[in-house]
């Protein structure tokens, strides 16, 4: 098929896409089992794990965990283990599998960003999901995944959708019409947009104020933001004591409003990287659907 030849220019990875649908059929042709083993055949390697179909309490559609161990002072990863909420779930299974790949040809995540993402979770129990997600656009790894989701939702989706002989124009209308339905994750709105993002845009001045004091106080801090030195500003009882009661010194202040530029411009940077690259789920579904 002529679309195919395009993938890899596309940034879309179809021997992936591949292997997810072997999974997911022999998946859909055992529906009384829950717990499976496979091999990820890759370039690099065949890699053994398993797939468990497991509730995650509906907050979470999938995730990938493994163990790293260090061999002859080299970290290695084992104990590969996906886990899915729904046994149907393509475009899910599509995206652990994209950080399968990831940690394959990257190597282990050193936890970076990813620390910093399941650590938010635990700011507090009403943590706002607008900022959340303005946090995953620091990530790379986290919008690979989303865009080989998106990729597999929207084929789901053209498929049984288009008419016949489609043009283009049929393609983006479908399209369109899809990413605005209820059920279609909207994160890409995040990537789609022009808009500058700010963090006050989610958030009145003292929740993003307590929000940073959080990360400017955490160990994460400095592999986020390794030009900003603050963790000297928190190390007295003096400005513990004052930050327990929310008050604020002018170079903590001044410090919080530096790192709150710095994350929103490198916020603002990636985005406009993954708007570009989003959009060409367009050429692709074009150039497969149109002859």
């Known amino acids: 098929m002529r679309y195919i030849k395009l993938f890899e220019k596309w940034g879309i990875n179809k021997e992936l896409e591949d292997l997810t649908d072997e999974y997911i059929t022999y998946i859909k042709n055992n529906p009384g089992k829950n717990d499976f083993n496979f091999v990820f055949y890759h370039e690099l390697g065949n890699y053994l794990f398993k797939l468990k179909i497991k509730e995650l ?14 061999v002859n002072g080299k970290q290695r990863t084992s104990k590969f283990l996906i886990t899915l909420s729904d046994r149907n779930d393509k475009a899910t299974l599509l995206h652990e599998l994209k ?11 050193d936890g970076t960003i990813r620390k910093s993402l399941k650590w938010v979770n635990f700011i507090d129990n009403d943590f706002n999901p607008g900022i959340k997600s303005i946090f995953y656009l620091l990530n790379d790894d986290e919008f690979e995944a989303k865009y080989h989701g998106y990729y597999s939702k929207i084929d789901q ?15 983006i209308n479908q399209i369109n019409f899809y990413l605005k339905l209820p059920e279609c994750d909207k994160s890409y709105t995040y990537w789609k947009n022009n808009v500058y993002l700010k963090f006050s845009q989610f958030g009145d001045e003292k929740y993003i104020e307590k929000l940073f004091d959080l990360l400017i106080n955490g160990e994460i801090t400095p592999m986020i933001i390794p030009s900003l030195n603050m963790r000297e500003l928190f190390t007295s009882v003096k400005t513990y004591i004052r930050q327990k009661l ?13 790192a709150i530029d710095v ?9 406009e990287k993954y708007r570009k690259k989003f959009n060409r789920i367009y050429s692709i579904m074009v150039d497969k659907y149109v002859n």
């Not at 994350?263 to 985005?271: A, D, R, S, T």
């Open 263 to 271: 994350i929103e411009k490198l916020v603002n940077k990636n985005k």
């Open 99 to 109: 950080h399968f790949d990831r940690i394959i040809r990257m190597g282990p995540d």
């Open 57 to 70: 309490g509906g907050k979470t559609e999938g995730n990938i965990t493994y163990e790293v161990d260090i």
């Open 246 to 258: 929310g008050i604020k010194t002018k170079l903590e202040k001044q410090q919080i409003e530096r």
């Open 157 to 171: 989706y053209l498929e049984k959708n288009l008419i016949e002989n489609p043009t283009r124009e049929d393609v």
